[in-house]
């Protein structure tokens, strides 16, 4: 069974940093893409950023571009996200997910941690 498992979130001050983790286990993912996405109270779930798990090729919104970096640990079967200079409307519930690659939807997700930013 796959699992992706979400944590690091917790409260900061704006011009912080945090790093979230995501442990995948329950299979190989080799033809994957590994991506992260966040809920704003109030708002649609929307992409973060993303990265091939073989070729660590990635992606960004441009809202965290230059921000935000993820990365990805294959020992450890571990995805990243680094997340600096944070600011208050960073605010959401963080998501892992995984998606195949040549998939339309992602098809796997994680349960989320809680990113609260403060001004």
């Known amino acids: 069974q796959v699992q992706l498992v979400e944590s690091g979130g917790g409260l900061v001050q704006a011009g912080g940093s945090l790093r979230l983790s995501c442990a995948a286990s329950?299979?190989?993912?080799?033809?994957?893409?590994m991506g992260w996405f966040r809920q704003a109270p109030g708002k649609e779930r929307e992409f973060v950023a993303k990265v091939f798990w073989s070729g660590g090729r990635d992606h960004y919104a441009d809202s965290v571009k230059g921000r935000f970096t993820i990365s990805r640990e294959q020992a450890k079967n571990t995805v990243y996200l680094q997340m600096n200079s944070l600011k208050p409307e960073d605010t959401a519930v963080y998501y892992c997910a995984a998606i195949r690659i040549g998939s339309r939807e992602y098809d796997f997700w994680g349960q989320g941690t809680q990113v609260t930013v403060s001004s």
């Open positions: 329950g299979r190989t993912f080799s033809s994957y893409v």
